[in-house]
DNA sequence: TTCTTTGCAAAATATTTGCACTGGT
DNA sequence: ACCAGTGCAAATATTTTGCAAAGAA
């Protein structure tokens, strides 16, 4: 099954693609329809899904929410309580707690992802600058 | 708003209650209709989320699955690539870790969640069984 | 009796799929 | 010209919600 290089491919990706850049389906729909309205959601699903299987991309998901994000290499987030949108945590990747974890649950581990819950830095600053003024 | 407590209620906690339990909403209700058919989806779902928001229960999601855990203790998971459960990996909380995400973001960290992705023991020694024999 | 909770069905949400058509190669 | 890829709409999966009826207190 031969690749093909679409017009939509690229546009998908170049919407997602990048550090420090998470996406939901829908807002990378709304990106590549500024350049071309008649793209389709299911054209972004599949393509995002496709990359992410690829690796180009990753796909991050939690509780009630889910990100496209741009950076493919392994990384912590933070997820806001108040805006809903993850931050990246620049953390390096510690290969050694899957060999921990593979000691104490007797399984394989590929990798892992840890997701910090709480409130970025952008929504406590509004918080504070709604509270501070006297 | 007072608070009641039901059969329904009684019922649905005790099947998710419990160090190492992992169930979908689907598999409360198929558990506790075996003790009450009359019982509906919704009524799962309601209680499920009022549990979990009380702290008696948690709710873990990843990628195309969420599972209610019967243990209220923030600790790490293993989810299996191969059966999709996931299984309780016992690693004693390290708050430490939220308050260098703290510092690293710029944002407050309330908690955080590992998952590893991998193959749970029961599965690797299911295909180990089917591997080997000579 | 009061008012929370339930069961049902419909609605909302998010994502995937079937299929005829488009367009990359 | 061939067939991977697209757009659309319908299907699917999962969870939530409206509302009349049920049942704790």
Sequence with gaps: MERRNTHQKQMILQAVKGRNIH????????????????????????????????????????????????????????????????????????????????KATGGRVICHMTVFEGVCSECMAREEENASPA
Excluded at 41 to 60: D, H, M, P, S
Excluded at 67 to 92: A, V
Aim: proline share 5%; net charge negative.
């Design 23 to 102: 996406r939901t389906a829908e807002e990378v729909l709304q990106i590549v329809r500024e350049e071309d309205p008649r793209i389709g959601l299911a054209t972004v699903y599949r393509n995002l899904n496709l990359f992410a299987q690829e690796g180009q991309i990753q796909k991050i998901e939690g509780n009630g929410w889910s990100f496209y994000d741009g950076n493919p290499e392994p990384h912590d987030h933070l997820h806001c309580i108040r805006c809903g949108r993850i931050t990246d945590y620049p953390s390096s990747y510690d290969h050694k707690i899957d060999r921990e974890a593979e």
